[in-house]
């Protein structure tokens, strides 16, 4: 009853299975995805709202992630510990790469993709975007469009998506686009899980078609019946050339006060017959 005369509603997920709504003015999505949100179910004159302030957050781990391979001092200080002298400099075979000289794509150039973009800047990174939208930025050095893909996907060292999952987006990076990238190229998927082929992307990096992987978004995911699961039906944990994390990169405190903040502003806009944000 409560949820039927509810005006605002904030929540992940709209299905049949939920009450109709049918005092409902807002409904707010706590995060950036509305994927689980069946539009056609929103009562006439309700408006969607979603929320971001997660950029900076996955922007920070994206760069802790590609640092981890070109400065590996997690490794160094575990072989010190037992007198091993891996990295030490004057050693020819302990030479390291440097991150500043390598060129970044960014798949996507919403909130996510210009934040990362900011940070690769800083580092002297070469920074390439493909997006729906013409790209037209001070710190992308060269701009794609999603129908150039494979010549995309070519062009840089780290492929970083962050695309939304969308029907139009499913799938999208496909066998043939990762048949596009260079050998020792890295692929780092921070936007949702089955935009990257689940198939493809396994093989790629099963036989080395790839340089490696960094995935924070994955393909399966624990539910009440099931709390804990592998991430995909594909064993990718046997992976030496995969770097795998419980989509955990946006979350932190700050991303939880900024997306409150949002819900707040716009509950109050609502109130105050304003125009709502995102």
């Not at 056609?40 to 997660?54: I, K, W």
């Not at 510990?81 to 000289?101: D, F, I, M, V």
């Not at 798949?107 to 920074?127: D, E, P, Y």
């Not at 790209?135 to 050095?141: A, T």
């Amino acid at each position: 009853e409560h949820y039927e005369s509810a005006e605002v509603i904030v929540g992940v997920a709209l299905t049949s299975k939920h009450p109709t709504a049918t005092a409902l003015r807002l409904y707010h999505a706590p995060a950036a995805g509305v994927d689980a949100i069946d539009l056609a179910l929103l009562p006439s004159g309700a408006t969607l709202c979603n929320c971001f302030g997660h950029e900076t957050a996955i922007a920070e781990y994206v760069m802790s992630a590609l640092l981890m391979r070109h400065a590996p001092i997690a490794k160094a200080d575990a072989d010190l510990r037992q007198e091993k002298w891996t990295y030490w400099a004057g050693r020819p075979n302990a030479l390291r790469t440097e991150l500043g000289s390598q060129t970044i794509g960014l798949l996507g150039f919403g909130h996510i993709g210009r934040a990362i973009a900011a940070r690769a800047k800083a580092f002297g990174m070469r920074v390439h975007a493909a997006n729906r939208s013409p790209i037209s930025h001070s710190q992308v050095d060269r701009a794609f469009s999603l129908q150039a893909l494979p010549e995309f996907m070519g062009s840089a060292d780290i492929v970083v998506v962050s695309l939304p999952q969308t029907p139009q987006t499913l799938g999208f990076v496909d066998a043939r686009a990762l048949a596009a990238m260079r050998a020792d190229a890295i692929i780092v998927n921070v936007g949702r899980g089955p935009v990257i082929d689940e198939r493809a992307l396994y093989e790629a990096l099963l036989h080395l078609k790839i340089g490696g992987g960094i995935i924070d978004t994955l393909y399966q995911y624990p539910s009440v019946a099931v709390p804990e699961c592998k991430p995909s039906q594909f064993d990718f944990a046997r992976l030496e050339n995969v770097i795998m994390t419980p989509h955990m990169s946006g979350w932190t405190e700050g991303m939880v006060r900024r997306r409150q903040q949002t819900i707040a502003d716009n509950i109050e806009r609502l109130m105050a017959g304003r125009e709502l944000i995102n």
